[in-house]
């Protein structure tokens, strides 16, 4: 086994040599959890302002279930959608099983409630502001949840990013439902686990600097639209 | 029943119609009007009668219940106990024909511009106005601006053009010219005496006694929750009835 600095050394001329499997890796990673994270906000960003906005019986209950399925262990969720899309599950005549689609699925799932506990807190505070205003208006309640959509776009864009580094990050649901299978489903984090059990440090090494400097990214980026709308008041 | 309006309805009722075929909402009648919190009576038993148009100014000391009012007349909240009818129709129903300008204006993280596009857009009018509603409060030049950068008396103008867009029957204002300058406090009362003159119905809260003194036709005087004192602002401003409109305009502190 080589020693920590060499495997880094290694690690670092591969990122730099421009592999083709390396970055099929990471490019299949972004589609997957990109994907799953702009599905999960179509779900979860509705669902989060209707429950902003309403007051029913069994709302606590709710947010209780709501912020408990945050915490959704990645292996649990990979092994619903798994049985859901087996050729004998009830999904099972998609044949999305072993494919980039189940995998999609499957983080979609696991990120839906982060979403939709996340943008519900930040547009209950919201809409706390405005509501007065709202009822004097006399909005719809689709109206009203537009517009705390739009206004709340800039703090909504944490909540994305909040879903994509859980799904980016995760391993658990993507390993059952993708298979690891090389040039099909092989994701950062399921090449991550592969090449670590192998052996292969420095291969295992370069994904997971890929997948910290892509995590640091996309923060930064996100934070700058975020300063750059704050200064022009609009949050 | 017999108050049903006596309006004939045209055979095909076209949305520009609407509010002509709309039985008015005045005169307005409260009675036995109650708000309680925690034990302690905010509102306490509100006996009231609006006429159709013109101005009427409430005044009060702090506290008195004025805003707590004027979002019960408005249908924002339920009363504890008591009765509002915008001639037979319930506050809450009234609420859509009326606008009210808050005492601290709430404006959405937009442009000044986009603040009136929703509102036109939301309530089914015509986006075309926007443009002379922002010039007639004087906001035109600011259009483009984010209106959470608005100064204090602008976000003013701000809510009370989007207040005007929604052709109200009843303009509740709930201190609308607090923070303003002078020059800005006439241009409010301007375009509010403008909107009087068109047919609203014009509710307004201030505790600046010249100023209604200049938008008055009559006075209901708060106090402890309650009406001290309803006139005729000839009547109200030379020879206040209650002890306590008297010691409020002497300038002496009422509690
Ligand atoms: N939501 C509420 N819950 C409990 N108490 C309230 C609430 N809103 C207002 N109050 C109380 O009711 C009283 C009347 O409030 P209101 O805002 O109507 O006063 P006001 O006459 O408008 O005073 P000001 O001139 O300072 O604006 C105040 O003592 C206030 O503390
Ligand atoms: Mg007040």
């Known amino acids: 086994m080589q020693s920590i600095g060499e495997a880094f050394h290694l690690a670092l001329s591969l990122v730099l040599s421009g592999e083709a499997d390396l970055y099929e890796i990471v490019g299949l990673s972004l589609q997957v959890s990109l994907s799953a994270t702009l599905l999960a906000c179509a779900l979860g960003l509705p669902i989060g302002a209707l429950i902003a906005v309403s007051r029913f019986r069994g709302r606590g209950l709710v947010l209780i279930v709501m912020n408990a399925l945050m915490g959704l262990p990645p292996v649990v969720v990979g092994l619903l959608v798994y049985l859901y899309l087996s050729r004998s599950g009830p999904l099972g005549f998609l044949g999305l099983l072993y494919t980039p689609g189940a995998m999609i699925f499957a983080q979609t799932i696991l990120i839906v409630p982060i979403v939709a506990a996340l943008s519900r807190q930040v547009l209950e505070d919201l809409h706390a502001e405005y509501a007065e205003q709202f009822r004097s208006l006399c909005l719809t309640r689709w109206q009203s949840i537009g517009a705390l959509l739009w206004d709340g776009r800039y703090a909504l864009l944490t909540v994305g990013l909040a879903g994509f580094g859980r799904a980016v990050a995760e391993v658990g649901a993507v390993i059952i439902v993708g298979g690891n299978i090389d040039h099909l489903t092989r994701v950062m984090t399921t090449a991550i686990a592969l090449e670590t059990s192998k052996g292969d440090l420095p291969l295992a090494l370069a994904l997971g600097i890929i997948l910290l400097v892509l995590a640091l990214g996309v923060n930064a980026g996100v934070q700058s639209l975020r300063m750059t709308a704050a200064r022009q008041a609009h949050v | ?255």
């Open chain 2, 1 to 255: 029943m017999s108050d049903l309006p006596i309006t004939a309805v045209p055979p095909v009722a076209r949305p520009r119609d609407e509010a002509v075929m709309k039985r008015p909402l005045l005169p307005l009648r409260v009675s036995g009007l109650r708000l309680a919190s925690g034990g302690a009576a905010l509102l306490d038993g509100v006996e009231l009668s609006l006429a159709p148009g013109g101005c009427t100014v409430i005044m009060g000391p702090n506290g008195a219940g004025k805003s707590l009012l004027l979002k019960m007349l408005h249908g924002l909240l339920v009363p504890g106990g008591g009765e509002v009818s915008w001639n037979g129709t319930p506050a809450a129903q009234a609420t859509a024909r009326q606008a009210l300008v808050f005492q601290k204006p709430v404006l959405l993280r937009r442009s000044v511009a986009a603040n009136l596009d929703f509102v036109l857009k939301a309530r089914g009018r015509d986006r075309a106005r926007r443009d002379a509603l922002l010039r007639e409060v004087g906001l035109l030049h600011k259009a483009r601006q984010p209106a959470r950068l608005l100064s204090g008396g602008e976000a003013q103008r701000l809510a009370l053009a989007r207040a005007l867009a929604t052709d109200p029957e009843v303009m509740f204002l709930d201190e609308p010219t607090a923070s303003l300058d002078p020059a800005s406090v006439l241009v409010i009362e301007r375009i509010v005496a403008a909107a009087r003159d068109r047919g609203t119905r014009i509710i307004f809260v201030t505790h600046d006694v010249g100023q209604a003194r200049r938008m008055a036709d009559e006075v209901i005087f708060l106090h402890r929750g309650r009406v001290a004192e309803h006139s005729r602002a000839d009547v109200f401003f030379p020879e206040p009835r209650s002890p306590a409109a008297r010691d409020y305009l002497a300038g002496r502190i009422v509690l």
